[in-house]
T-cell receptor
Framework: NAGVMQNPRHLVRRRGQEARLRCSPMKGHSHVYWYRQLPEEGLKFMVY????????ESGMPKERFSAEFPKEGPSILRIQQVVRGDSAAYFC??????????FGQGTRLTVV | DQQVKQNSPSLSVQEGRISILNCDYT??????FLWYKKYPAEGPTFLIS?????DKNEDGRFTVFLNKSAKHLSLHIVPSQPGDSAVYFC???????????????FGKGTKLTVNP
């Protein structure tokens, strides 16, 4: 049973480009969470999704950021028109209905 | 507003001794607490959890203590080993009350260094 898979591990984008981060949850997990870790900071909650539904997006910036978890395929975190301040490590976690959340290895986004 | 606080950014202990990592929370709706361990360039790894109906949970060398009245929890590692050197994150949720999965709110982490 593979763990939570995130890709790419490293992503470099120029200012103004779009960044797409992918997360495949563990088998049997229907809940996905995205977190962001800025340098010297803890993990900040961004969004919580179940299949085809956004449950809680209270941590998502109102503009340029969006997330989806389609019926088929991975969850996608999309950042449009990236700026330098978006540079961070983005972690995805998945969980079953009741159970612990397991994290992926993260995607390190660098905006140049 | 930091709902979960880890006031010690770093902690250094000698191999074989006890490591005590502390965490405070402010939201009285939290009823489920977890500790995660994180190595550089890796994702957090779940270590141990405790629900608000308990005050202690033990798993091998790791024990978590919960003091609800003080809104405080701690992670004890004994004996500490050099391989325990990592950043430890405290996390909280209202999962029990909600009856299922819920987002985790994390502290900023404590970097533990265990010296040989």
């Amino acid at each position: 049973n593979a763990g939570v898979m995130q890709n790419p591990r490293h992503l470099v984008r120029r200012r103004g480009q779009e960044a797409r981060l992918r997360c495949s949850p563990m088998k049997g997990h229907s809940h996905v969470y995205w977190y962001r870790q800025l340098p010297e900071e803890g993990l900040k909650f961004m969004v919580y999704l179940q299949k085809e539904n956004i449950i809680d997006e209270s941590g998502m910036p109102k503009e340029r950021f969006s997330a989806e978890f389609p019926k088929e395929g991975p969850s996608i975190l999309r950042i449009q028109q990236v700026v330098r301040g978006d540079s961070a490590a983005y972690f995805c976690a998945s969980s079953p209905q009741v159970g612990e959340a397991f994290f992926g290895q993260g995607t390190r986004l660098t905006v140049v | 507003d930091q709902q979960v606080k880890q006031n010690s950014p770093s902690l250094s202990v000698q191999e074989g001794r006890i490591s005590i990592l502390n965490c405070d929370y402010t939201n009285s709706m939290f009823d489920y607490f977890l500790w995660y361990k994180k190595y550089p360039a890796e994702g957090p790894t779940f270590l141990i959890s405790i629900s608000s109906i308990k005050d202690k949970n033990e798993d091998g060398r790791f024990t978590v203590f919960l003091n609800k009245s003080a809104k405080h929890l701690s992670l004890h590692i004994v004996p500490s080993q050099p391989g325990d050197s990592a950043v430890y994150f405290c996390a909280a949720s209202g999962r029990i009350r909600r009856g299922g999965s819920e987002k985790l709110v994390f502290g900023k982490g404590t970097k533990l260094t265990v010296n040989p």
